[in-house]
């Protein structure tokens, strides 16, 4: 095989990929409470708990959104008792995410569920070293476009 049919047979995988990751997402699932949620929604509980505290811009950044996605879903899981704001002490106008109680119950059982899946996953890879990962990581990040 030539190197470019090998690097359409690439993108084609990664296309694939995307697909099916767009697929699973779609889905909501339920994270150690009763609530259903999008793995966006998980991802930005997960965000939130990685920093404790943040705002809304920091997650447009975090996350190449608008600011418009970003509050529907800061209100979204506001309102499903996820996510307590905070006007911040120092500037008014700005607004401190953090995770409830019950945002903190599933970002604890997000983070479990990722291990547990990563360690499977990570099984079925023996064949590959630290070097084909960051190989890879250094080709995705070449071939995935900028956004904004």
Sequence with gaps: MSREEVFSELMESLYEVSR???????????????????????HTINLIGNKIQTTSTELTELTNKTKGAISQ??????????????????????????LSEKGKTVYEYHQKLDEMEYEKLLAKLGEFSEEDFLKYIKLTSLLIPEVG
């Design 20 to 42: 099916k990751i767009a697929s699973y997402e779609s889905v909501p699932r339920k994270y150690g409470t009763e609530d259903e949620l999008y793995m966006v929604e998980a």
């Design 73 to 98: 879903m800061v209100d979204k899981l506001t309102k499903k008792g996820m996510i307590i704001k905070n006007k911040n002490p120092k500037d008014n106008r700005e607004v401190i995410l953090e």
